[in-house]
């Protein structure tokens, strides 16, 4: 169960040196227990350290802790910390720089990680277990600042086995069959190098549990991981056009099972809470949906776009705690875990009435889901995404 004991935006400050200077890693032996760090169990501050009297403990996995700090951009830092055990510490800015140390050490060890920080003012500095069977400690951590603008990166390279895709245009590992795979390849999405186009009123793709037709990318079955176990980070430009009275899912992270741990809709239907919820208006509420660690749903609008329309979208999950922007609007919470869990995007287009919100059709029957379409009018439903990228680290 993730309990979050402390949350403190720190600004993390600078100390003058001639050359090298200190950000400050507030807490940073754990005297003052958990001030200054958020935590997820199983961890505990504990009265074995390598420096004072407290040291931080972490008992298993999804065991993890953070602290955010302000730095200066493009400068190279250095990540220290005196551990014992088998863990890794690191950096995480939520913008696609991630580097980690990983070790496995039986006395109190110094290990340190460097990097160049990117075009950003603020970064995570985060400490977890690494799916042993012992505890793990941690104590003294500091990060000093070194020189400017290409410093590099010493140390070690990046752990988690991850992929960050591609600089410009689509992600490669999008569309190269790294990661995801496609449901719907009649019409392809890839219409170009930097554009997706997901139309499932062509595509017609349908799976047994479905309420309705999807052209979607999902995350393949050999790469599902738990959502404690993932840092990943989606972003895509969003243009919808779609009739009135309809309704898709544009984004979502799925259970093993049939469920779902969250979901984002683009929807001109009746349902209550958001910021329109008027059926067949032509005016469609973006909204989110996550499964907290309790199991319970909780939404949030985010905003309203018309057919023609276009927005920023970016989904950031965080080692199992997931953040949902778009239309300036944020909203995120620690989510339920899966073992298998896995990211899906695209037009996942839903098979309801928008007044009644009852299902129409009959899952696994495609034929069902085209006169339901007809019946309701739905006649266009096209989702366009441009400067799309998929960020993602594993353990």
Same mark, same amino acid.
């Given at each position: 169960m993730i309990n979050q004991k402390s949350l403190f935006m720190l600004a993390a400050m600078t100390a003058s040196s001639s050359f090298v200077q200190a950000a400050t890693v507030n807490n940073a032996g754990f005297e003052d227990g958990w001030n200054n760090w958020n935590e997820t169990e199983p961890a505990a501050i504990s009265g074995s350290a390598y420096k004072g009297s407290k040291s931080l403990k972490i008992q298993g996995s999804p065991g993890r802790v953070y602290q955010n700090v302000d730095v200066d951009r493009n400068t190279q830092y250095t990540l220290s910390a005196y551990v014992l055990g088998k863990g890794q510490i690191g950096i995480n800015d939520l913008n696609g720089l991630f580097k980690s140390e990983k070790f496995n050490v039986s006395s109190w060890t110094k290990v340190s990680k460097t990097f160049t920080t990117a075009n950003t003012g603020t970064l995570q500095v985060f400490a977890k277990h690494?799916?042993?069977?012992?505890? +793990?400690?941690?104590? $003294?951590?500091?990060? @000093?600042?070194? &020189?400017?603008?290409?410093?590099? /990166? !010493? *140390?070690?390279?990046?752990?988690?086995?991850?992929?960050?895709?591609?600089?410009?245009?689509?992600?490669?590992?999008?569309?190269?069959?790294?990661?995801?795979?496609?449901?719907?390849?009649?019409?392809?999405p890839l219409v170009n190098s930097d554009t997706l186009e997901f139309v499932p009123l062509e595509a017609r793709h349908i799976t047994p549990n479905g309420n309705g037709w999807r052209h979607e990318y999902k995350v393949k079955e050999s790469a599902r991981v738990a959502m404690t176990e993932t840092y990943?980070?989606?972003?895509?430009?969003?243009? +919808?056009?779609?009739? $009135?009275?309809?309704? @898709?899912?544009? &984004?979502?992270?799925?259970?093993? /099972? !049939? *469920?779902?741990?969250?979901?984002?809709?683009?929807?001109?239907?009746?349902?209550?809470?958001?910021?329109?919820?008027?059926?067949?208006?032509?005016?469609?509420?973006?909204?989110?949906?996550?499964?907290?660690?309790?199991?319970?749903?909780?939404?949030?609008?985010?905003?309203?776009?018309?057919?023609?329309?276009?927005?920023?979208?970016?989904?950031?999950?965080?080692?199992?705690?997931?953040?949902?922007?778009?239309?300036?609007t944020t909203f995120g919470i620690p989510v339920e875990d899966d073992s298998e869990s896995y990211f899906k995007f695209g037009n996942y287009l839903q098979s309801q009435d928008p007044y009644t919100l009852d299902e129409c059709g009959e899952s696994g029957n495609s034929d069902s889901f085209k006169e339901c379409f007809k019946d309701l009018g739905i006649t266009k439903a096209k989702v366009t995404m441009t400067d799309v990228s998929y960020t993602r680290k594993t353990n």
């Open positions: 690494d799916k042993s069977s012992s505890d +793990v400690r941690f104590d $003294d951590f500091s990060l @000093t600042k070194g &020189s400017s603008s290409g410093g590099g /990166d !010493t *140390g070690g390279g990046d752990t988690g086995g991850g992929d960050t895709g591609s600089s410009s245009g689509i992600a490669s590992n999008i569309t190269n069959g790294s990661i995801f795979d496609l449901e719907g390849n009649d019409p392809h990943e980070v989606f972003e895509a430009t969003v243009k +919808v056009e779609m009739s $009135d009275g309809g309704k @898709t899912i544009i &984004s979502q992270h799925h259970a093993s /099972d !049939t *469920g779902t741990i969250s979901k984002v809709y683009v929807s001109d239907t009746d349902e209550s809470g958001f910021d329109d919820s008027v059926a067949d208006n032509g005016i469609f509420d973006v909204y989110v949906r996550l499964r907290n660690t309790s199991g319970k749903e909780e939404k949030h609008a985010l905003g309203t776009i018309r057919s023609g329309g276009s927005f920023n979208l970016k989904v950031v999950n965080n080692y199992g705690d997931v953040d949902v922007t778009a239309l300036g």
